[in-house]
């Protein structure tokens, strides 16, 4: 299958820069994915379309303003680190901007030498491992001076950190947010819960598996970086319990998605659990784990569209994506919303 089997056009004006005010005001586009059918709605109104005994699952990673710019400790120059996932204590792999300019051994340092990080290898395709040096504690001297990674399509600035968070971000670990759930507020997820639906938490720490371009013509051969997930015992319960009863589990987002399929494909059944996953989901993969997924709209190309594409057909996807660009939809990480059902 070619990776061009998945572009479309997209009028730039319908990238959303920002957040909305509210954050459950965006729209949603409603896909039978049996039919075909398309509904227009506001999120807010996602209830109505959930059902009593659904399990919703949602992806509690938080964002780290993981993105740091420095100097080079010899030549003062300008280098930008993104921090993807730790390695170790203190270890963390990285895409390096510019990389040629860093060889192992390099000494980088951020906002007058509060933190350093040292270059102990360098890999393919930008990545590097850092070892971070600093006094005190690391999450705060990176909030003080890291800045959200905010991907390259948003060019306006982000007034308020906690807009690029779920309300419910709690594990600290991820380079993006999963943005499907942005869409929720509080009080819109105590709706859910009195409709009589299950919310559990799983854990996906976004990094460059979700985001990274597909740089080949053949999907098949695109490799997919790993990135670490973790399930509980109450929620493995939960979930199994559902699929005993045939109710349904929503994932929301891709994240979630990727997490419940994997655990489901190394054990046929949902287990506690923690590991780092690679999975490429595209057409011709067999659900195993989801049977509805509420996402946002995704880039061209993408294996994230793909992934949505597999979970309805390439064709329906499309139509829709047609359909939402024709209906002034905003599109991407600040972007409007999608449930698949």
Known sequence: ??????????????????????RDSSRLLVLNRNTGEILHSQFENIVDYL???????INNTKVLPARLLGVK??????????????????????????????????????????????????????????VFLYEGIFLEVLESLGEMPLPPYIHEQLKDKNRYQTVYAKEVGSAAAPTAGLHFTDELLEKVKEKG????????????????????????NHKMHSEFYSMCESVALTLNQAKKEG????AVGTTSTRTLE???NLYGEFRPCSG???????PGYTFKAIDGLITNFHLPKS???????????????????????????????????????
């Open 197 to 220: 639906i299950e919310i559990v938490e799983i854990t996906l720490h976004v990094g460059l598996g979700t985001f990274r371009p597909v740089q080949v013509d053949t999907i098949e």
């Open 73 to 130: 400790e010899e030549t003062k120059a300008h280098i930008e680190l993104l921090m993807l996932k730790e390695t170790k204590k203190d270890t963390w792999e990285c895409l390096m901007k510019p990389a040629k300019r860093i060889q192992v051994g390099t000494i980088l340092t951020f906002a007058d030498g509060r933190l350093k990080a040292k270059c102990i290898e360098k890999k393919e395709e930008g990545l590097g491992i850092f």
């Open 262 to 264: 994997t655990i489901m």
């Open 247 to 250: 109710r349904r589990i929503i």
């Open 276 to 282: 780092f996953t690679d999975i490429f989901i595209y």
């Open 303 to 341: 294996t994230l569209l793909m992934l949505v594409s597999s979970f309805s057909s390439r064709e329906m996807i499309l139509k829709a994506y047609q359909e939402a660009v024709k209906e002034n939809y905003r599109f991407f990480s600040f972007g409007d919303s999608m449930f698949i059902r």
């Open 51 to 57: 059902q009593k005994g659904d399990v919703l699952v």
């Open 1 to 22: 299958m070619k990776t061009d089997d998945f572009n479309y056009d997209l009028p730039e004006e319908l990238i959303a820069q920002t957040p909305l005010e509210k």
